[in-house]
């Protein structure tokens, strides 16, 4: 029987050691840690902290604050809600409407605009079940179209409310005025 011992690692840059030296002790790393980060300065309280996992201010693909003002903030969250549970319940509107009114004027015009989309919506509704044959077929029809209109409502109305401007929902009827 032959004993090989043959070393693995012999081939690697690794000066062999004497019997009598020490290994080499281990060097700080210089270098970045990450590789795909790049390298980072060091911290300092000049330079206030960033979050290593959003991108610079400065990069094209960075968050863009919205001109929200500290009073639509509230009301942004309470827009949004309305106008998602008038796509599913066309009645919520009027809660919202009762209940949130006279907070601030730009909000009470999307809550306006919101309750004139519910109540159309309502009604269109109603005339579909109390008619029969094919107009009840084109009030139905067209119920289903107001149901896209209102999702794509609900999509834009909170948009146009952080910008500050008005939002009339296509083919609503304007059941409340200013």
Same mark, same amino acid.
């Given at each position: 029987?032959?004993?090989?011992?043959?070393?693995?690692?012999?081939?690697?840059?690794?000066?062999? +050691? &004497?019997?009598?030296? #020490?290994?080499?002790?281990?060097? !700080?790393?210089?270098?970045?840690?990450?590789?795909?980060?790049?390298? +980072?300065?060091?911290?300092?309280? %000049?330079?206030?902290?960033?979050?290593?996992?959003?991108? !610079?201010?400065? &990069?094209?693909?960075?968050?863009?604050?919205?001109?929200?003002?500290?009073?639509? #903030?509230?009301?942004?969250?309470?827009?949004?809600?309305?106008?998602?549970?008038?796509?599913?319940?066309?009645?919520?509107?009027?809660?919202?409407?009762?209940?949130?009114? /006279?907070?601030?004027?730009?909000?009470?015009?999307?809550?306006?605009?919101?309750?004139?989309?519910? *109540?159309?919506?309502? *009604?269109?509704?109603?005339?579909?079940? *109390?008619?029969? /044959?094919?107009?009840?077929?084109?009030?139905?029809?067209? &119920?289903?179209?107001?149901?896209?209109?209102?999702?794509?409502?609900?999509? %834009?109305?909170?948009?146009?409310?952080?910008?500050?401007?008005?939002? #009339?929902?296509?083919?609503?009827?304007?059941?409340?005025?200013?």
């Amino acid at each position: 029987m032959t004993n090989h011992s043959h070393d693995p690692y012999a081939d690697f840059d690794v000066p062999p +050691r &004497s019997s009598g030296q #020490q290994p080499p002790s281990p060097q !700080p790393v210089t270098g970045p840690q990450n590789p795909f980060l790049g390298s +980072r300065p060091a911290p300092s309280s %000049e330079m206030p902290h960033q979050n290593p996992f959003l991108p !610079p201010a400065h &990069s094209p693909i960075a968050p863009r604050p919205m001109p929200v003002s500290p009073q639509t #903030q509230p009301y942004e969250t309470n827009l949004r809600l309305n106008a998602w549970l008038s796509v599913l319940v066309p009645i919520a509107p009027i809660v919202f409407f009762f209940v949130d009114k /006279g907070k601030q004027p730009l909000y009470d015009d999307h809550l306006r605009e919101q309750l004139n989309m519910g *109540l159309t919506r309502v *009604l269109l509704t109603m005339g579909a079940s *109390l008619f029969s /044959g094919w107009i009840a077929g084109v009030l139905g029809l067209v &119920s289903v179209a107001y149901v896209v209109l209102a999702v794509l409502g609900a999509l %834009e109305a909170p948009k146009r409310y952080v910008a500050g401007a008005k939002y #009339q929902y296509p083919g609503a009827i304007p059941f409340t005025r200013q």
